[in-house]
């Protein structure tokens, strides 16, 4: 069978700062596509097949754009989850204190 996997707050938070990274990067790499293809369209190549690269690749950054508004909420939810997790294990952490004291 496979391996256990402990997974606590500080993984959580790993998991969505590696995403985060990863949407960023991605972000970064379409705006820089799509600047350079607006720029390629006006600096001299003309004709339909510019005009169909600039809007494929408008299509695709609009694309990328709402894949990272789900990115952005599952982001979200490994932070509030992390943060969910630390109050859980404190309230636990002092339950189990005051059985501990009450004995």
Do not use: C, F, P
Not at 13 to 27: D, G, I
Not at 70 to 92: D, F, K, S
């Amino acid at each position: 069978m496979g391996q256990n996997i402990v997974v606590g707050a500080d993984k959580l938070r790993a998991a969505a700062s590696q995403l985060e990274n990863l949407r960023n990067e991605a972000e970064g790499a379409l705006t820089n596509y799509l600047q350079a293809s607006h720029n390629v369209a006006g600096g001299g190549w003309k004709g339909d097949a510019s005009l169909a690269n600039v809007v494929t690749t408008e299509e695709i950054h609009n694309a990328q754009m709402k894949l990272n508004t789900q990115w952005g909420e599952l982001i979200h939810a490994l932070q509030t989850a992390a943060t969910r997790y630390e109050e859980q294990e404190a309230a636990a952490r002092a339950a189990m204190q005051g059985v501990s004291q009450s004995m």
